[in-house]
């Protein structure tokens, strides 16, 4: 079964650090671009960050840009969020997601992890 | 970055009904790469529609999506009880960021 497991979540006081993590099994991991998207208690989704199969390319979005670090690990199958200077703005659940081949959409979401940043 | 404004915010219809959602970009969407999601209380985003008109894999065919350039919908021809749920469209052309809608909450009337 295609599957994506985060952990690493909880609260956490605003100024602090969290690394998330997600396994992934069932595919071959390293062929695949990742991604990790966040929705906030209550709100819509938003798209933080993008690795490529090589992690060769990486993205973020503005919000996180500086703050947060996405990698890889290939060899274990699994994608990482290292989450530095925390905000309250920053509480969300935060899905792991697979972008299909050919960019046929976001296939594959984890079932999340929550993140509560306290101030 | 690509805004993508979805109408209407809340959608009251009875099953059996017909679903029009709607998708607007603030610039033209490249390759057409807009999806659709479905998203239920408590649950993570599932794929429907991608590549504006695909469905994806186990998605029944009463779900289809057209649109290209700026404006986009996904059609729920009959609607099921199990297809109340939020709709979110979502553009991931060439390289990020790639954004969503703010969401469509379609709601037993």
């Known amino acids: 079964e295609v599957q994506l497991v985060e952990s690493g979540g909880g609260l956490i006081k605003a100024g602090g650090s969290l690394r998330l993590s997600c396994a992934a099994s069932g595919f071959t991991f390293s062929t695949y671009t990742m991604n990790w998207v966040r929705q906030a208690p209550g709100k819509g989704l938003e798209w933080v960050s993008f690795i490529s199969s090589s992690t060769g390319y990486i993205y973020y979005a503005d919000s996180v840009q500086g703050r947060f670090t996405i990698s890889r690990d290939n060899d274990k199958h699994s994608l990482y969020l290292q989450m530095d200077s925390l905000r309250v703005e920053d509480t969300a659940v935060y899905y792991c997601v697979r972008v299909a081949r050919n960019f046929y959409g976001f296939d594959i979401w984890g079932q999340g992890t929550v993140v509560t940043v306290s101030s | ?109």
């Open chain 2, 1 to 109: 970055e690509i805004v993508l404004t979805q109408s209407p915010g809340t959608l009251s219809l009875s099953p059996g009904e017909r679903a029009t959602l709607s998708c607007r970009a603030s610039q033209s969407v490249s390759n057409s790469f807009l999806a659709w999601y479905q998203q239920k209380p408590g649950q993570a985003p599932r794929l429907l529609i991608y590549s504006a008109s695909s469905r994806a894999t186990g998605i029944p065919d009463r779900f289809s999506g057209s649109g290209s350039g700026t404006d986009f919908t996904l059609t729920i021809s009959r609607l099921e009880p199990e297809d109340f749920a939020v709709y979110y469209c979502h553009q991931y052309g060439d390289s990020p960021p790639y954004t969503f809608g703010q969401g469509t909450k379609l709601e037993i009337k």
